[in-house]
C-alpha cells in the first residue's frame, strides 16, 4: 500500500472517532499529558527492551525520548484534526539507528512499549472528551482503530527506512 493509502487509513480511523463522538479536543487531553506519556514510554521501553540499556552509545536514550516525544506530538496534532503528514521524524530515526547498527528488533520493540503506554492515555482523553451521548464502546473501539492505523504506518515506515539505510550502508563499505 502506498503511503497516501496508508494515510488515508490513518484519517478514516480518526473518521471513526469524530463518529463515535470524540472532537478534536483530544488533542488538548493528550498534549496537558505529554510529558508524563513520554517518561512512562521512555521507562517501559528501558524495562522491556534491554539494547537501549546495554548500548554505550551515549546518543541512543536521548534520542529516544526525542523520538517517542515526537509520536506523542504527532498523534496528539492527527487528533487536533490535522493532516496525516510524511512521518519525516520516523524515517530520520530509522537511518541514525541503522548507522549506529542498533538492531531493528530491539526498536520495533521500542514501538510496542510505546503502543502499549499511550493507548490507555489516548483512550482516557477520548473518553474524557467524548460527547455525551457517545457510546464507550464505539469510542474505545475508535481508539484503537486509530492506533493500530498509526502503528502499522509508522511501524512498516520505520522497517522500510532501516532497511533501505543499511543497504546503502553496506553497499557504500
Known sequence: ?????????I???IRALRAAGVGTGIAGE?????????LSA???????VPAYSASGNPEVLPEL????????EEISRLLAGRRPGEFAFVADHARRRAEQKFPLDAILSAYRCLHSRILPRVREAALAVASE?????RV??????????YAGVTGSLMT????????SIAEAD
Do not use: P, W
Open 42 to 48: 521512555c521507562d517501559a521501553v528501558l524495562e522491556q
Open 30 to 38: 493528550l498534549e496537558e499529558h505529554a510529558a508524563a506519556t513520554t
Open 1 to 9: 500500500m502506498s503511503d497516501s493509502g496508508k494515510n488515508k487509513e
Open 140 to 149: 474505545v473501539a475508535a481508539v484503537n482503530e486509530f492506533l493500530s492505523a
Open 133 to 137: 451521548d457517545a457510546h464507550m464502546r
Open 160 to 167: 522500510s527506512e532501516y532497511v533501505d539505510a543499511t543497504r
Open 11 to 13: 484519517e478514516a480511523s
Open 65 to 72: 525520548r526525542e523520538h517517542i516525544s515526537g509520536h506523542v
